[in-house]
């Protein structure tokens, strides 16, 4: 069974860092793609990024975080600079549904880690 577990948020102010982890267990990343997806307070889900083959960001990140992956430890890494206020959500990882491929459909969600932006 597929089990994904976020860590590394919390607190920040504007203009900070933090950088999010997502571990994998019963599962190898293989030809999947994988992704951040956030909610922010109010707000439906929003894709932030993903990584496969290549990787891609939301337009509202690029430029300030960037997505990553240790295969050999089954994590997945997302480094946020210059935070912002309109970051603050709750981040959730996910892997892709179809194998190979960056379709938005998941197949397994973590529990999400709470990312707040205030002064």
């Known amino acids: 069974q597929v089990q994904l577990v976020e860590s590394g948020g919390g607190l920040v102010q504007p203009g900070g860092s933090l950088r999010l982890s997502c571990r994998a267990s019963?599962?190898?990343?293989?030809?999947?793609?994988r992704d951040w997806v956030r909610q922010a307070p109010g707000k439906g889900l929003e894709w932030v990024s993903a990584?496969?083959?290549?990787?891609n960001n939301a337009d509202s990140v690029k430029g300030r975080f960037t997505i990553s992956r240790d295969g050999a430890k089954n994590t997945l890494y997302l480094q946020m600079n210059s935070l912002k206020p309109e970051d603050t959500a709750v981040y959730y990882c996910?892997?892709?549904?179809?194998?190979?491929?960056?379709?938005?459909?998941?197949?397994?969600w973590g529990q999400g880690t709470q990312v707040t932006v205030s002064s």
């Open positions: 990584i496969g083959g290549s990787t």
């Open positions: 996910a892997i892709e549904l179809q194998e190979g491929a960056a379709t938005g459909l998941f197949g397994s």
């Open positions: 019963g599962f190898t990343f293989l030809n999947y793609y």
